[in-house]
């Protein structure tokens, strides 16, 4: 399952290539993409905040996709609306992780989607360096119905 998310966030998002955005871990329980800092560096040797931005949204993405493909949805993911706090530089290499949400969000995201055609979920995305922990993402996430084979499918 790693190769087939890399190869969809290469191709739904090239950003992802510039950044040299890695999947690391690509389960139900947790997703995890990891990034260099050289291709993320801004004037001041540190990660630059909209790198961490970008990189802890597709974190989210990254685990709704996965969890509609397993449930073989075919669905359009896009985040809603989002917060993130810098508590820290981030000075190395990093690591974005989404971990699942509860099981009661799970079950009521999918019985909405099945329902609506439209499901959401708010997912909490940890960037860390080797120093730890430096960024706190919070992102609301859509999944829209569409026709076509489910998201991971070849």
């Known amino acids: 399952m790693i190769a087939v998310l890399q190869r969809t966030l290469h191709d739904e998002f090239p950003i992802t290539r510039h950044l040299a ?3 690391v871990h690509a389960q139900l329980e947790r997703v995890s993409l990891t990034a260099p800092l050289a291709e993320n ?5 540190t990660a630059f905040a909209g790198s961490l931005n970008a990189v802890a949204t597709l974190a989210g993405w990254s685990w709704l996709w996965l969890l509609l493909d397993s449930h073989q949805e075919v669905a359009q993911v896009v985040v809603q609306d989002s917060t993130i706090h810098y508590n820290r530089p981030v000075l190395t290499n ?3 992780l989404c971990e ?3 099981m009661a969000a799970i079950v009521e995201c999918l019985a909405a989607f099945r329902r609506s055609g439209r ?3 708010r997912l909490a995305v940890e960037i860390a360096d080797d120093h ?3 960024v706190a993402f919070s992102g609301r ?3 829209e119905r569409t026709s076509g084979r489910p998201a991971g499918a070849s």
């Open 41 to 45: 560096r801004n004037h001041k040797g």
């Open 100 to 102: 699942a949400p509860s």
């Open 132 to 134: 730890g922990v430096a």
């Open 21 to 23: 955005v890695r999947v």
């Open 119 to 121: 499901g959401r979920m």
């Open 94 to 96: 990093f690591t974005a």
């Open 141 to 143: 996430f859509v999944a």
